[in-house]
């Protein structure tokens, strides 16, 4: 399977390893725990979502650039996209978000 990203759609991935990791480490019950069986899951997909958002928002505030394009005598503003397998990140929040709380449900 190939992991397709663009710009700092890794930190989806990144972020989501490590709040399982960190449930693991300081919630799990038994040293022997699996992971799905508790709620690190649901908390990941949440957590995830919810730093997404906030990631996102802030990218999207701050990088990019305004060029002026002399062939059509206009401004022109260039920002860099951030994306996990053809998903903005932007996008992800919500999909990780829903996932977290339809599980938590279904659990």
């Known amino acids: 399977m190939f992991i397709i990203w663009r710009g700092k759609g890794i930190y989806v991935l990144l972020i989501f390893g490590a709040i399982l990791f960190a449930y693991y480490l300081l919630l799990a019950e038994k040293g022997n725990e699996k992971i799905f069986q508790g709620y690190a899951a649901e908390s990941a997909f949440i957590g995830t979502g919810i730093l997404c958002f906030l990631l996102a928002r802030r990218w999207k505030s701050k ?28 996008y992800w929040a919500f999909i990780l978000t829903a996932l977290g709380f339809v599980s938590l449900y279904n659990h």
């Open 63 to 90: 990088e990019g650039g305004v060029y002026f394009d002399p062939a059509k005598n206009k401004d022109i503003t260039i920002r860099p996209g951030h994306s996990l397998f053809y998903i903005n990140v932007y």
